[in-house]
């Protein structure tokens, strides 16, 4: 991966933490969601007019990352209404990079060095490990399932979107279809759930909705095109090092605990995210 790649991925790893941390932020979480698809659907609007259709060979990966999305976005919803940003966050996303490696070592979908292969089980281990405290912190092992469930939707859509956008001959215009469906689908599965109750009446919530669903499209397109030049299975495990960023951001504004087990783990990340660079 060259410095410039790893330079992005990083930037893409905070804008990812910072938008998980305005949904967290938010009373109602399926609202903070649907704001988010509403900001999606705008920019993949306007990005599907302005570039071609994508080549006909990404769209069976395309509307499978559709369904992996929207699991995803359900399974993260509900962890989050369970327990605390620094908890959720690194049990959904420390799992998905080394669910991704075992899919791409199966399947062989990329040529992956050994050292990148220490790189991803290093970073993966310790994300993990800064969810451990699930069962000694007396935060509910309810949201487990949850975390997990999310984890599996996103090592889902960082291979089909990878391979997908990699067909399509554009990613940008693959990253505009697949957020204006995206957020269709998801929109559509909230009404349905709550009906008019589900938009915000209050114009801050819909200005750090918009904010956060802006912040994410310009991550995840930067991880996407970052999975056109460089392996998906790296790509995905240094992007999941916005778990310490999220970290951060939970122990300063959400007052969340730092404990030992926290900084020994981000230790283990910051060691993983060094021999991507030796």
């Given at each position: ?177 697949l957020f204006f469906l995206d957020a269709v689908v998801f929109m559509f599965y909230a009404f349905f759930k709550r009906g008019l109750s589900i938009i915000p009446k209050k114009i801050s919530v819909w200005i750090l909705g918009l904010i956060a669903g802006s912040a994410s499209v310009l991550a995840y397109w930067i991880a996407v095109w970052a999975m056109t030049i460089a392996p998906i299975a790296l ?44």
């Amino acid at each position: 991966m060259s410095l410039s790649v790893f330079i992005a991925v990083l930037f893409a790893a905070i804008l990812h933490a910072s938008w998980n941390a305005i949904i967290k932020f938010g009373d109602d979480k399926l609202q903070g969601m649907v704001l988010l698809s509403l900001a999606h659907g705008i920019i993949g609007f306007i990005l599907l007019i302005l570039f071609p259709l994508p080549n006909a060979e990404a769209w069976p990966w395309l509307i499978a990352s559709v369904g992996f999305h929207l699991w995803y976005k359900l399974f993260l919803t509900s962890a989050y209404e369970q327990g605390d940003l620094s908890r959720v966050y690194p049990i959904a996303r420390g799992t998905a990079p080394l669910l991704v490696l075992v899919l791409s070592s199966i399947f062989i979908i990329d040529a992956i060095s050994n050292q990148d292969i220490f790189s991803i089980i290093a970073i993966g281990i310790g994300i993990f490990i800064l969810g451990i405290g699930v069962f000694s912190n007396k935060e509910t092992v309810a949201l487990l399932p949850f975390a997990l469930c999310s984890a599996i939707g996103t090592a889902g859509y960082s291979i089909t979107d990878g391979l997908g956008a990699r067909a399509s001959g554009d990613v940008t215009s693959y990253i505009g279809w697949l957020f204006f469906l995206d957020a269709v689908v998801f929109m559509f599965y909230a009404f349905f759930k709550r009906g008019l109750s589900i938009i915000p009446k209050k114009i801050s919530v819909w200005i750090l909705g918009l904010i956060a669903g802006s912040a994410s499209v310009l991550a995840y397109w930067i991880a996407v095109w970052a999975m056109t030049i460089a392996p998906i299975a790296l790509v995905a495990a240094l992007r999941e090092t916005s778990v310490l960023f999220a970290v951060l951001i939970g122990v300063l504004f959400f007052k969340e605990s730092m404990g030992k087990s926290k900084i020994i783990a981000s230790l283990i990340i910051v060691f993983g995210i060094i021999i991507t660079r030796l």
